[in-house]
């Protein structure tokens, strides 16, 4: 056991459990805010942003600045992990979190193009850029503490819980939205209502700083830190690359499907609802306030899960599923009932959280301490651009073109059949120490043979 094992080991249960939960809210209240943009944007940017379009094609055009925050998730997660690499975990999830509360309270101030005319979509595109390279920073930052302070028995239970910040962040944003949406008349919620939704992120924030300014910084950056171990990175994400590129193949492999079934889940069928189907409103938010709500309570067992019986087959399992499930998933969407949207939304995120409940541990086992902020953001953020970024707009798309969903069903179907491949290829990870990992990343570096971590 190297020194920095020895102290995470070493410290006290309840710093984990404080670990834990920081993380939690902190990424519960960041991924409210970047949620709460998709919300929007199925429901009302298309009228107040873009309102020289059709309904449908103003839906598309807000999700086509929807989909600047995932081409920013990239970016941010290259920065945030290159300074989480260099001098810490704690510091750059305080900036982090800053920047959303910033962005989306400013969204909540915008004027709309009936006021400033086109200046109002380039200034929503701007501030969705921020957003984008915010959460960029902050997932690799959130997962990492958790399973830093952890054990390695129970690594995938513990990085497992800022996962539910995802399904506790959209119910948070889809319940705000779903209130408003409630209590106000169309006229007013288009006015003011879904401002108040935005404004909101800034009294989050200030909650979200102050647990978070109470952690200390993860035992094992501090130890490989002191070790000389971190300093001697200058470009971690390039060492990720020369000496990981297997293993940000698998991680972007597990995220493919995992962020393309999740989008098409919880962003689309909101505007397929409203502009195809022609539900009411309240119908589509409050699935996902239900989805959302069983997936935040089944997630953490999926997580516990692969502790017990590995990341693969639990990962596998939860791709496959939904890849059957994107065909049966329209059908009941497409009936316009209220308990027929709901059954659906709630079984696609269960299934959902097969995968990602897992994902963080599996991802940030594919990489040792020095570079592995770098590494694992690298994987998780940039197959954004290519799977949830374009997975609304796809959709979209797709129904325009062919007038039906059978297209959207193959095209999650696909996705996810690309996720059951990377996770039945990795190498099981599930009660490997960091200590393991990192010593077989020193023998990689130093040219010496060893078995691949993840084939």
Same mark, same amino acid.
């Given at each position: 056991?190297?020194?920095?094992?020895?102290?995470?080991?070493?410290?006290?249960?309840?710093?984990?459990?404080?670990?834990?939960?920081?993380?939690?809210?902190?990424?519960?209240? %960041?991924?409210?805010? !970047?949620?709460?943009?998709?919300?929007?944007?199925?429901?009302? =940017?298309?009228?107040?942003?873009?309102?020289?379009?059709?309904?449908?094609?103003?839906?598309?055009? /807000? !999700?086509?600045?929807?989909?600047?925050?995932?081409?920013?998730?990239?970016?941010?997660?290259?920065? =945030?992990?290159?300074?989480?690499?260099?001098?810490?975990?704690?510091?750059?999830?305080?900036?982090?979190?800053?920047? &959303?509360?910033?962005?989306?309270?400013?969204?909540?101030?915008?004027?709309?193009?009936?006021?400033?005319?086109?200046?109002?979509?380039?200034?929503?595109?701007?501030?969705?850029?921020?957003?984008?390279?915010?959460?960029?920073?902050?997932?690799?930052?959130?997962?990492? &503490?958790?399973?830093?302070?952890?054990?390695?028995?129970?690594?995938?239970?513990?990085?497992?819980?800022?996962?539910?910040?995802?399904?506790?962040?959209?119910?948070?944003?889809?319940?705000?939205?779903?209130?408003?949406?409630?209590?106000?008349? %169309?006229?007013?919620?288009?006015?003011?209502?879904?401002?108040?939704?935005?404004?909101?992120?800034?009294?989050?924030?200030?909650?979200?700083?102050?647990?978070?300014?109470?952690?200390?910084?993860?035992?094992?950056?501090?130890?490989?830190?002191?070790?000389?171990?971190?300093?001697? %990175?200058?470009?971690?994400?390039?060492?990720?690359?020369? $000496?990981?590129?297997?293993?940000?193949?698998?991680? *972007?492999?597990?995220? !493919?499907?995992?962020?393309?079934?999740?989008?098409?889940?919880?962003?689309?069928?909101?505007?397929?609802?409203?502009?195809?189907? $022609?539900?009411?409103?309240?119908?589509?938010?409050?699935?996902?306030?239900?989805?959302? @709500?069983?997936?935040?309570?089944?997630?953490?067992? !999926?997580?516990?899960?692969?502790?017990?019986?590995?990341?693969?087959?639990?990962?596998?399992?939860?791709?496959?599923?939904?890849?059957?499930?994107? =065909?049966?998933? @329209?059908?009941?969407?497409?009936?316009?009932?209220?308990?027929?949207?709901?059954?659906?939304?709630?079984?696609?995120?269960?299934?959902?959280? /097969? &995968?990602?409940?897992?994902?963080?541990? =599996?991802?940030?086992?594919?990489?040792?301490?020095?570079?592995?902020?770098?590494?694992?953001?690298?994987?998780?953020?940039?197959?954004?651009?290519?799977?949830?970024?374009?997975?609304?707009?796809?959709?979209?798309?797709?129904?325009?073109?062919? $007038?039906?969903?059978?297209?959207?069903?193959?095209?999650?179907?696909? *996705?996810?059949?690309?996720?059951?491949?990377?996770?039945?290829?990795?190498?099981?990870?599930?009660?490997?120490?960091?200590?393991?990992?990192? /010593?077989?990343?020193?023998?990689? /570096?130093?040219? &010496?043979?060893?078995?691949?971590?993840?084939?």
């Amino acid at each position: 056991m190297t020194t920095a094992e020895a102290a995470a080991v070493r410290r006290p249960r309840s710093s984990l459990r404080q670990v834990i939960v920081a993380s939690l809210i902190g990424t519960t209240i %960041e991924w409210y805010d !970047f949620f709460l943009y998709g919300t929007a944007a199925a429901l009302v =940017f298309g009228k107040l942003f873009f309102p020289r379009s059709d309904p449908l094609t103003g839906v598309l055009q /807000a !999700f086509l600045t929807y989909s600047l925050g995932f081409v920013a998730r990239p970016i941010g997660g290259l920065v =945030f992990g290159h300074f989480g690499d260099r001098i810490g975990r704690k510091r750059l999830l305080m900036a982090s979190l800053v920047l &959303m509360g910033v962005s989306s309270a400013a969204m909540g101030l915008l004027p709309t193009y009936a006021q400033i005319g086109v200046a109002a979509p380039v200034l929503l595109a701007m501030l969705r850029f921020v957003q984008g390279f915010a959460v960029g920073g902050e997932w690799g930052g959130a997962v990492l &503490m958790a399973g830093e302070f952890g054990d390695a028995r129970r690594r995938g239970t513990w990085a497992g819980w800022p996962q539910v910040g995802v399904p506790a962040g959209n119910l948070l944003a889809a319940g705000v939205m779903a209130v408003m949406a409630a209590t106000l008349s %169309e006229a007013d919620f288009l006015g003011w209502g879904w401002r108040v939704a935005f404004l909101l992120s800034g009294v989050l924030v200030a909650v979200g700083w102050w647990v978070r300014s109470t952690l200390s910084e993860s035992p094992l950056f501090e130890a490989a830190e002191a070790e000389a171990a971190v300093a001697l %990175e200058p470009a971690p994400a390039l060492q990720a690359l020369k $000496h990981r590129p297997g293993g940000i193949a698998i991680g *972007a492999g597990l995220k !493919f499907g995992e962020n393309i079934s999740y989008y098409v889940l919880t962003t689309f069928s909101i505007a397929y609802l409203a502009e195809t189907v $022609h539900a009411k409103r309240q119908i589509g938010l409050n699935a996902v306030l239900i989805g959302s @709500f069983v997936e935040m309570l089944t997630l953490p067992l !999926f997580s516990a899960l692969s502790d017990r019986i590995g990341r693969r087959p639990v990962y596998a399992f939860g791709a496959a599923a939904m890849a059957v499930w994107a =065909f049966v998933f @329209f059908a009941l969407l497409h009936s316009g009932g209220a308990v027929a949207v709901a059954g659906a939304m709630a079984v696609g995120l269960i299934l959902h959280g /097969a &995968m990602y409940g897992p994902q963080a541990a =599996f991802i940030s086992e594919l990489f040792p301490t020095r570079y592995r902020y770098s590494g694992a953001s690298i994987a998780y953020q940039v197959t954004s651009i290519f799977a949830g970024s374009l997975a609304p707009v796809i959709a979209v798309a797709l129904l325009q073109r062919t $007038h039906s969903t059978l297209a959207i069903s193959i095209y999650v179907a696909a *996705a996810c059949a690309v996720s059951v491949v990377a996770a039945l290829v990795g190498r099981e990870t599930k009660g490997l120490s960091f200590a393991e990992i990192d /010593a077989w990343g020193g023998r990689v /570096a130093s040219g &010496m043979d060893a078995p691949s971590p993840i084939l």
